[in-house]
């Protein structure tokens, strides 16, 4: 996995610097580009497994769901539920923040979403369906965050655990300093 240079976090810091337009441009360019990448192919496999997750719940997948699903996925990168929130209005200015955020929970437990304490206390949430596992740089100045993935370091952590006798169910790794910018 490419480290994701644009984050939907950080845009508040680029909109700081270019002005608004070329950030909400930016992501549409970006949003365009991942979905020619195959794109599309991601959005059916959420759908698919979310829908499968809500009819076990005796759910369906909404209409509203669907965009909330959809804006979750486009926004790719690690983003706050007030993010998810503001793209799911424009999308469709009928959804209210108490269904994005109930939404977000079903996301989150049907494992599409995965949540990400960065440190600070705020929960931002990345998609997890169908990708491989990584873990994160975070820039304690302007809150960029890159991905890594390092099986060197896996393995240790592996041989660590049965060093100790521990079942590892699942692990984040996270490194807190400071980006190129900030350094
Ligand atoms: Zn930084
Ligand atoms: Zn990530």
């Known amino acids: 996995m ?3 240079w644009y984050d939907p976090t950080t845009s508040f810091q680029i ?11 930016f992501h549409r360019y970006y949003w365009v580009e991942r979905w020619k990448k195959g794109g599309g192919g991601v959005i059916k496999e959420a759908e698919k497994s979310f829908s499968d997750f809500l009819e076990k719940k005796d759910l369906k997948l909404t209409s509203q769901r669907r965009t909330i699903l959809h804006q979750a996925i486009h926004a790719n ?9 503001e793209f ?3 999308a469709d200015r009928t959804i209210s923040k ?8 079903l996301l989150k437990e049907s494992k ?5 304490d960065f440190g600070d206390g705020k929960k931002l949430y990345e998609r997890a369906q169908g990708r491989k596992h990584h873990d994160h740089f975070i820039c304690v100045r302007c809150g960029k965050i890159i991905e890594f993935e390092n099986d060197h370091i896996e393995k240790l952590q592996d041989a660590e655990a049965s060093h100790h006798h521990f079942k590892v169910v699942y692990h984040s790794l996270k490194l807190f300093g400071f980006c190129k910018n900030c350094s």
């Open 88 to 90: 799911s209005k424009k």
């Open 77 to 85: 990168g690690h983003f706050s539920a007030e993010k998810l929130l």
């Open 15 to 25: 909109q700081g610097i270019f002005g608004f337009a070329f950030s909400e441009s």
């Open 98 to 105: 108490a269904t994005v955020y109930r939404t977000l929970v």
């Open 112 to 116: 599409v979403l995965e949540e990400q």
């Open 2 to 4: 490419v480290a994701c």
